[in-house]
């Protein structure tokens, strides 16, 4: 599975990327309004820093001009990925990226129906949410499950890039259902990272290593 950071800052990014654990890059308009800067000039940072898919997202919701955002956010780096909702305007203009050759990723997913639909369009991604569903008393997971299994029975090329991931048991869930990537901020990478018994081992190994007898 694809690892991606969920992030709009840039020191996050750098270190997220010198763990050599990231594939890429999710931003959204509120992530890039915390870290404060013009889009189009974060995510050509971003682009200096990762070498893999980095998707900017369009705030335009009508499909003329959905595509003209989106171009011009494609012309930043050839890495970038245009992030478009899952609404009627932005599944017209999925499908005219997809024949320009823009890989798209089409966001802000709550169903299994809006996300075949999104695959249908020529989507390179859709993000289903899973954090924000299971917010809403939902199951995040059961829809990332409907997702990657509609999509394998119809043999579509679309990734599933599982988002809204909050916690470790949805980075496994997704991984063990077969998502192709998930996108998470560094607070859960770093979680995903530690566990207490690594800790108590290698203090115990660092103190043991003490009594062994020195060269001589
Ligand atoms: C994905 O592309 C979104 O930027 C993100 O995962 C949303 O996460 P949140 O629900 O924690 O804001």
Redesign the pocket.
């Given at each position: 599975m694809k690892v991606f950071i969920?992030s709009g800052d840039i020191a996050e990014i750098r270190e997220a990327q010198s763990m050599g654990v990231i594939d890429g890059v999710?931003?959204?308009p509120?992530?890039l309004a915390k870290a404060g800067k013009p889009t189009k000039r974060a995510i050509a940072e971003i682009c200096e820093v990762v070498d893999g898919p980095i998707?900017a997202e369009v705030v335009a919701v009508e499909k003329d001009a959905i595509l003209r955002e989106g171009r011009e956010l494609a012309k930043i780096h050839r890495n970038v990925v245009v992030?478009v909702p899952l609404i009627d305007e932005g599944l017209k203009a999925v499908r005219i990226f997809a024949s320009e050759g823009i890989k798209t990723?089409v966001?802000l997913c709550f169903s299994a129906a809006q996300a075949l639909l999104a695959a249908k369009a020529g989507a390179t991604f859709v993000?289903p949410?899973v954090?924000?569903v299971d917010d809403a008393a939902g199951d995040g997971m059961d829809l990332v499950l409907q997702v990657v299994t509609i999509f394998r029975n119809y043999g579509l090329s679309t990734q599933v890039?599982t988002?809204?991931?909050?916690h470790p048991v949805h980075f496994v869930q997704a991984a063990m259902i077969g998502s192709h990537a998930a996108?998470m901020?560094l607070k859960v990478i770093k979680q995903l990272i530690k566990h207490p018994l690594t800790d108590v081992g290698l203090a115990q190994f660092l103190a043991d290593a003490k009594k062994i007898p020195e060269l001589v």
């Open positions: 969920d999710t931003t959204n509120s992530l998707s992030k990723n966001t993000s949410f954090g924000r890039l988002a809204s991931v909050r996108t901020p």
